[in-house]
């Protein structure tokens, strides 16, 4: 069997190419199609089919480009209801690819055409392959909120993904290989693993979804403290099951002088400013308005989440090269709006004279001083309410930055307050969002939670109740 895993760090998404005799399937591809057929010439095999594990919520996907460029059939759930060209299979459904054989479980829980394929070579004592989709991560599962339909709440999910865990999963041998479509970051799950794949024994071992439990226990945790829900997830379902168009379809990125971009912010309210640089670039001189979501960081999934897809989009970039990565990171979450790119930068922008703003940047070491001259200051923490419990600085209050534009209040005008992440990453884009309603006393902590606990700074941990140094 061939088998391969591409893993796309931006959208913590991992999809699949397998072949035998000449034959391939991918399964989950994501926006950008080329390396599957190009690694598939390699390898002198042919794609014969694409799988889709579900209707995806997170990214969009390339299923539709990808049958397009090769002939191969889409296969997916009978109960995914999709509007383009497919193939529909249902439990138990098995489909030959040279000396592999594919069978499909009915796997809903996750959301209620979701399958997983157990890949099984004739004649062969090689463990089986079983491709989970969001139904089962490494650490988790995925999670039971996103149908958001009469009869598809979040229990009623969960209930199916107890039964399909429990009766289809775990029944398999032990030494069965796992491989999902997600990893750590994703928000399809709350405490997925980095790794990238596993076995159903470690699973039953390791993961916390999969201990003993009843029914009842089982629903009552996992819709317990669930995260927001993205508003781009709707948007990329809803393109997902019609099937997204071309990439090759999208508009060339106009170049935009200072004088041309400053003449646009002047004439048009409803322009979003996206500052692609660093954290520490940002705060060094950003125009005003502008989000600060990072290359360097999972770019397509938060920007996904922060902005909205109903406003023009105007790239600011660390280098003009740049500018096709970014727009096609952005395709690949659904944000095909970006209408052009401030030529040279931030430097053209302050050599032509135009007005920037700056946010302060601090060491952790700066903020525990900072702490102890100033008691009054406020410091945000922003990671999401597990990151929190499990350590944060003591005086930190917690509002996920997923969370934060409806809980503005938690954050008050003109009140001097630190914002902390994980690694500074996260905190420099809620402050970005924050300056952009009114909130302007506000520090960015470099290296974030990370950093602090590094210096064996106070911790306080949400679970023991108290504080503890480490």
Request: aromatic letters at 6%; hydrophobic letters at 40%; a negative charge.
């Amino acid at each position: 069997m061939f088998f391969k895993q591409f893993y796309l760090g931006c959208l913590a998404h991992a999809s699949y190419l397998i072949g035998s005799k000449g034959e391939a399937a991918v399964v989950d591809p994501q926006r950008d199609v080329a390396q599957y057929i190009e690694e598939a010439d390699k390898n002198g095999l042919k794609i014969k089919y694409i799988f889709e594990t579900h209707v995806h919520a997170d990214f969009v996907s390339g299923h539709k480009e990808l049958a397009e460029l090769t002939g191969a059939s889409i296969l997916c759930s009978d109960k995914a209801y999709a509007g383009f060209d497919h193939r529909p299979v249902v439990d138990g459904s098995v489909i030959e690819l040279g000396d592999l054989t594919i069978k499909v479980l009915a796997t809903p829980g996750h959301t209620p055409d979701s399958i997983c394929l157990l890949l099984q070579e004739k004649n062969s004592d090689e463990p089986m392959r079983l491709l989970t989709g969001d139904t089962l991560f490494i650490g988790d599962v995925g999670r039971p909120d996103l149908v958001g339909k009469p009869g598809y709440g979040p229990a009623d999910m969960a209930a199916l993904l107890y039964d399909s865990l429990h009766q289809k999963i775990l029944t398999l041998p032990e030494q069965t290989e796992v491989f999902p479509a997600h990893g750590a970051g994703s928000m399809c799950g709350k405490n997925i693993s980095s790794d990238r794949s596993s076995t159903i024994a470690d699973q039953k071992k390791f993961n916390y979804a999969l201990q003993p439990m009843t029914k009842d226990e089982f629903v009552t945790m996992l819709t317990a403290e669930l995260m927001e829900v993205p508003a781009y997830f709707s948007r990329a379902v809803a393109t997902n099951r019609a099937g997204a168009s071309s990439l090759g379809d999208m508009s060339a990125t106009a170049k935009m002088s200072p004088a041309q971009l400053k003449t646009k912010l002047d004439n048009e309210s409803d322009l979003i400013i996206l500052d692609t640089r660093t954290p520490a670039e940002f705060g060094e001189g950003h125009i005003k308005g502008a989000y600060n979501v990072g290359l360097g960081g999972q770019f397509a999934s938060w920007c996904g989440t922060v902005l909205g897809a109903e406003h023009a989009i105007i790239l600011v970039l660390t280098e003009d090269n740049q500018v096709d990565e970014a727009v096609l990171r952005l395709a690949r979450a659904g944000l095909e709006n970006v209408c052009g790119y401030l030529e040279g930068g931030m430097k053209a922008w302050q050599e032509a004279g135009q007005a920037v703003e700056t946010v302060e940047q601090i060491s952790v070491h700066e903020l525990a001083d900072l702490l102890n001259a100033e008691p009054d200051l406020k410091v945000l923490d922003v990671r999401r309410p597990a990151e929190f419990d499990s350590g944060h600085v003591p005086q930190a209050k917690n509002v996920s930055l997923t969370e934060l534009e409806r809980r503005l209040e938690a954050v008050e005008p003109g009140v001097k307050t630190a914002v902390i992440c994980a690694a500074g990453y996260r905190s420099s884009m809620a402050i970005s969002l924050l300056k952009r309603h009114s909130r302007d006393q506000l520090i960015n902590v470099i290296g974030g939670t990370q950093a602090w606990q590094k210096a064996e700074l106070p911790m306080k941990m949400e679970a023991a109740g108290k504080a503890c140094s480490k």
